[in-house]
């Protein structure tokens, strides 16, 4: 199991950052680097049916079903291999930090970077384990190359142990996911997978199958440059209209007042001058009937401040990015049982919790293919403080191994 850390010291290197508003697929093609290594590896542990979409990048494979379990459910593996554009994913200097001790960690003396106990305090529970962390230039990348490294590790060890009975199992891998572009291009039908569990959370043992339902909405406010002197009455300031705008948000509905199930709007961006000013948003909510009254709000925002300003000073584009997998998941309960059932056999404690955010699993759950998300052991995702458990990465792919055994029984 050790090979999962070579294996994710190793991609952690390779620069895949995604980027969002690109009109290409991928989105960055340097993408393609860490594909083109998968598939060298894949090729060089003899897996089989390996696919390389060169024109969209993405990466499948097969672990051929054990001797006798050929009519076995098809279970997949999927994992994306691009990283979130937050933070820059080039020069990723990764070290491990042997045996830790509880207290703050530096990260880059030089820079004066530390990650605090004070700021992470379930810091203190990894004591004693084996931390790989950043150079505080950087995030990790382990979102999402922690699962990739894991489901690398794991069809490599079925491979070298035929001993282990289980059905056929197949692996993928999509590019974009942090953009929200993971599932565009995945073919479903080529993977060929019954169910399949994408390998994208956080500590070991959680697991999900509820996600947010999620849309986008860019704001587009139009307004009038008049010189400074002469700007009363004719001078319209974008800049100010879109603070307006933001002030009809509930103010207690944003990401930093809430957590568990609780939605949010979220202004991710915001650009422009006093002639055009654009705010991009994402709205998020577990519940689907709340989460369509709060784009129904945001939408009625508009309406209220165009009745002020002038038809058409505020433009609004709207689309639904995913929803919340739970609908289809509940009629395959045995995904997210199997999997609880594994932890235990395993010594871990399973925590079902909802993801505020999404993956590709739960796209690809109403492309037709269940697809609940488990733990990669990853923790401060998409940030320079981002660090993995190098001990619990070890024991996911214990964790993968277990299930595709489960899976090897005709059910």
Do not use: W
Not at 104 to 126: C, H, R, T, W
Not at 130 to 154: C, F, H
Not at 198 to 205: E, R
Not at 331 to 337: A, F, I, N, Q
């Amino acid at each position: 199991m050790e090979r999962v850390i070579e294996n994710f010291l190793q991609y952690v290197k390779i620069d895949t950052e995604s980027e969002e508003g690109s009109n290409s697929t991928p989105s960055t093609q340097k993408q393609h680097n860490l594909a083109k290594v998968l598939v060298k590896q894949l090729e060089e542990m003899g897996a089989e049916e390996i696919t390389y979409d060169k024109e969209h990048c993405y990466v499948y494979a097969s672990v051929p079903a054990s001797a006798g379990h050929e009519t076995a459910p098809v279970l997949g593996f999927i994992a994306h291999m691009d990283t979130a554009p937050a933070v820059t994913g080039a020069g990723v200097n990764p070290r491990i930090v042997e045996n830790y001790d509880g207290k703050d960690i530096v990260l880059n003396g030089e820079k004066q970077i530390v990650m605090k106990v004070s700021d992470f305090p379930e810091l203190a529970s990894y004591q004693g384990k084996r931390l790989i962390v950043t150079d505080g230039t950087t995030l990790l990348g382990a979102d999402d190359k922690a699962g990739v490294a894991e489901i690398m590790a794991m069809a490599e060890y079925l491979l070298q142990h035929k001993e282990i009975a289980h059905g056929k199992i197949r692996v993928g891998f999509t590019p974009d996911e942090e953009v929200g572009a993971g599932a565009d291009h995945f073919d479903v039908k080529l993977f060929g997978a019954d169910y399949a569990y994408t390998v994208d959370g956080g500590k070991l043992g959680e697991m999900e199958y509820e996600n947010f339902n999620a849309a986008g909405a860019k704001v587009t406010v139009h307004g009038r440059s008049v010189h400074p002197g002469e700007a009363k009455g004719k001078m319209r300031n974008a800049i100010l209209m879109a603070q307006e705008f933001q002030s009809q948000i509930p103010a207690a509905e944003s990401p930093m007042y809430t957590s568990g199930y609780e939605g949010f709007y979220h202004l991710d961006s915001i650009k422009g001058t006093v002639e055009e000013t654009v705010a991009e948003y994402i709205i998020r909510d577990h519940d689907r009937e709340k989460f369509e009254k709060k784009k129904e709000n945001f939408l009625r925002i508009g309406d209220l401040l165009n009745l002020k300003y002038g038809m058409k000073t505020f433009e609004i584009e709207m689309k639904d990015s995913y929803y919340n997998m739970k609908e289809i998941i509940e009629e395959h309960m045995h995904l997210v049982d199997n999997a609880k059932e594994a932890m235990e056999e395993l010594g871990i404690k399973p925590m079902v919790v909802p993801i505020r955010g999404g993956t590709d699993g739960a796209r690809l759950s109403y492309m037709g293919l269940p697809c609940p998300n488990l733990c990669t052991g990853g923790q401060n995702f998409h940030g320079r403080f981002e660090y993995a458990c190098a001990d619990e990465m070890e024991k996911i792919v214990e964790l993968l191994v277990k299930l595709a055994e489960k899976y090897g029984k005709v059910f």
